[in-house]
């Protein structure tokens, strides 16, 4: 799934910085009324509170639209069911999963809704056998990966952990390998399972029946505690609302119900309230004056034009990686810019150590890659990607970073295809990347393209130190 400096260093300083020391910008909120303090921020304020607010809520906002669809709207085709227990999805991504943005197409994935507000969660995990690559990403509100299970961190001995919302004082239960916290009330845990092979579909089967999920109280066959009240979910905007719709804020302050506020960002926090926006805000896109929506307006504009700068000038040229997009809160480091452009390249991308990404959006002369034109990918003798599981090179179509539609149904090409490839003279292997078959004799190392812009995601599971160095980088798709 996934893509994972910034354009002026005083972007980078007002983002990185405005946890610290927005203090001295914010209202005194102690004494007056949201409403209030809100009447007392100038247009021009609102408008640097809202940029600010937008980036750091961009992740929530779309983190909710994908739980919404997946957990909650059962008559959404990509409903997965109820939270709190494991949905197994026994196939491969195809161009008809949009919900989430540049998914995979190499792991049959698995998904847990994890609503911690009434006592924790207790995952089983079956042994695996040791040539089968999985995971189990653990994921809160903000996005931040908190936590793995899987072949990298925990091996395929199987094992139980104990999943625990920001409220919880118990101690580790007999039974329990390891508790894992979250800092937000509502999580997501996503599980990848490889596929060995395309007979491989009751392989993997197998492997997700030994999943497991129940409550603490089930696991220790206790009475279950009064459950937490029913939640009166919200629609979510859909994608292109996301953009540039001032109810934007009005999904955020729903979102950080179950965020609660960390000592480090509540300067932050105070600051956005100055405008409404937080838990217990009275943002109310409607109820702006003209001169207020268009303030809020302009800094959501300003927000996208900050990341197409930084997307334009640091990612596509190779500068920022993905892999400073993901990780713990301590990884990211609270840069905000960095975790937004996450969230729009690729949410829920993993953490480095557990894949990489090496991403082309142009060419190796520079040039957008479109459908248009005709590439090869190669990768020289002795330079497949170095990794302890597998990689894979996935094709995407742009703006919408979906998988592409075409006669093979290929999306991708990957390690366990290479005894189908044909290499090089030199042993090396040449992929051909195109809209157009280059013909019947050379569609074994064909990537169908689509007929417009698109880029190729670079995946790398477990990465080797090589590839996490720098010692190994990725080619250039090079147009011919």
Not at 75 to 99: F, M, S, V
Not at 129 to 134: A, G, K, P, V
Not at 437 to 444: L, N, V
Request: charged residues 20%; hydrophobic residues 35%.
């Amino acid at each position: 799934m996934l893509r994972r400096s910034i354009a002026a260093l005083a972007a980078l300083v007002l983002l990185v910085g405005c946890s610290t020391d927005s203090s001295s910008q914010q209202a005194d909120t102690s004494t007056s009324s949201p409403s209030e303090t809100a009447a007392a921020v100038t247009p021009a304020e609102a408008r640097a509170i809202a940029k600010d607010a937008y980036v750091y809520g961009f992740p929530l906002v779309d983190n909710y639209r994908v739980q919404y669809s997946y957990f909650v709207d059962k008559e959404d085709p990509e409903y997965k069911g109820g939270w709190n227990q494991i949905h197994n999805t026994a196939r491969l991504y195809t161009p008809e999963d949009k919900a989430i943005q540049t998914p995979n197409s190499d792991t049959p994935y698995s998904f847990v809704g994890a609503d911690l507000r009434t006592e924790p969660l207790v995952l089983t995990v079956p042994p695996i056998q040791q040539d089968r690559y999985y995971s189990l990403q653990f994921i809160d509100g903000y996005t931040y990966n908190f936590a793995y299970v899987g072949s990298r961190t925990t091996g395929n001995g199987g094992g139980t952990y104990l999943l625990a919302g920001p409220g919880w004082q118990g101690e580790k239960p007999e039974g329990v390998d390891e508790v894992i916290r979250s800092d937000t009330e509502l999580a997501f845990v996503l599980y990848r399972t490889q596929l060995l092979g395309p007979s491989d579909l009751d392989g993997v089967k197998d492997v997700q029946a030994g999943y497991q999920v129940a409550p603490l109280s089930v696991f220790l066959n206790q009475p279950s505690p009064e459950p937490a009240p029913a939640i009166d979910f919200v629609p979510p905007l859909t994608p292109d609302q996301q953009r540039t719709s001032p109810q934007f804020f009005e999904i955020l302050n729903f979102a950080l119900r179950y965020a609660p506020v960390l000592p480090q960002e509540q300067a932050l926090r105070d600051r956005f309230a100055t405008i409404g926006i937080g838990p217990d805000g009275d943002y109310d896109a409607d109820a702006l004056t003209p001169e207020m929506r268009a303030a809020v307006e302009a800094g959501m504009a300003d927000a996208w034009t900050e990341y197409d700068t930084f997307k334009k000038d640091k990612v596509e040229t190779g500068e920022v990686t993905s892999a400073q997009f993901f990780g713990t809160r301590e990884d990211l480091k609270d840069n905000y810019l960095y975790r937004m452009a996450g969230a729009v390249l690729g949410i829920y991308g993993n953490t480095a150590a557990e894949a990489i990404y090496p991403a082309a959006f142009n060419d190796a002369a520079g040039a957008p890659l479109t459908g248009a034109n005709n590439y090869v990918y190669r990768f020289a003798p002795g330079q497949l990607p170095p990794v302890n599981a597998f990689w894979s090179l996935t094709m995407y179509e742009l703006p919408g970073s979906v998988l592409v539609a075409n006669p093979m149904n290929r999306y991708l090409i990957s390690s366990t295809m290479l005894p189908s490839l044909v290499r090089d003279p030199d042993g090396g292997y040449t992929f051909t990347v195109q809209n157009a078959s280059p013909g019947i004799e050379k569609e074994s190392n064909w990537l169908p393209a689509p007929k417009g812009p698109f880029g190729l995601v670079l995946r790398l599971y477990w990465p080797k130190p090589d590839a996490l160095n720098g010692t190994w980088t990725a080619p250039a798709p090079e147009k011919v």
